[in-house]
């Protein structure tokens, strides 16, 4: 009766431990993609910006078990910085491989396009069971449900006048610092921008895209500038023009 009794209790206690264990861990198995060969690939051929696409080519295989895992997701199971994060590394890994389908005998992604259809508009990345363009990426996920201007500074659209593309995959739980990032850095870049006496050149991006930002163009710099062009720009308070420059579509290659 004793022993009956200690197997009892012993069977007792394991089952409420693993009921403990069960409850108390974390269910991140469908709240995290696994970037780890994307990473791999960005660190070894994104340098500050410039992009080896040689170096994709020749491991394309490997970008293709990502382009895999990115299939395989649902991102609709993602915590939303986690959709977010999806998203922006979705645009920017089968931008890449739109790139390596004609590579090397490309000098710019609209090569990829015709008189009917844009590079953008071409079907190619295989998300969530359909085949969608990287514009649906863009304009009918990204900016429509996120609502982050700090978007187009995170995208890259293979191009020296592009934001340049980070060196590692963007992840929900840092996700809101490494936008930030790439603004400032973006913002504060004299290659894209810059000001002069009263009129602030800025990128063709605020042009395209200037109703995702909220507070005025000028407003979103004195947000994100950083030293002597925060200073200059404040000084001058509400009298800047603003004037676009040209965009610079050749590719952002090595």
């Known amino acids: 009766m004793n022993n009956q009794k200690s197997i009892m209790r012993g069977f007792l206690f394991y089952s409420l431990f693993f009921s403990v264990l069960v409850f108390a861990a974390p269910a991140r198995s469908n709240s995290m993609v696994d970037n780890t060969l994307y990473a791999e690939l960005l660190d070894t051929y994104v340098k500050n910006g410039v992009v080896d696409y040689q170096g994709f080519k020749n491991e394309e295989a490997k970008l293709n078990r990502y382009l895999k895992i990115l299939e395989e997701t649902d991102p609709k199971k993602l915590p939303r910085n986690e959709q977010f994060a999806f998203y922006i590394n979705a645009y920017n890994v089968w931008t890449i ?23 953008w508009k071409k079907k190619i990345a295989r998300i969530a069971g359909d085949v969608i363009t990287l514009d649906t990426i863009e304009h009918d ?111 952002n290659e090595k």
Request: charged residues 30%; aromatic residues 14%.
């Open 97 to 119: 491989k739109l790139i390596l389908s004609a590579y090397p005998d490309i000098k710019s992604i609209k090569d990829l396009g015709s008189l009917f259809k844009s590079p």
């Open 141 to 251: 996920i990204l900016r429509p449900r996120f609502k982050d201007p700090r978007i187009h500074f995170a995208v890259n659209c293979a191009s020296k006048g592009c934001p340049p593309l980070r060196s590692e995959p963007y992840r929900g739980d840092r996700l809101d610092g490494q936008l930030t990032e790439m603004t400032e850095a973006f913002i504060n870049n004299p290659k894209y921008n810059r000001l002069q006496e009263n009129t602030l050149y800025v990128s063709s991006i605020f042009n395209w895209y200037s109703e995702d930002f909220k507070d005025g163009i000028v407003g979103f710099f004195k947000q994100y500038a950083e030293g002597d062009l925060k200073g200059r720009l404040q000084k001058r308070g509400g009298e800047i023009e603003v004037e676009y420059l040209d965009y610079d579509w050749s590719l």
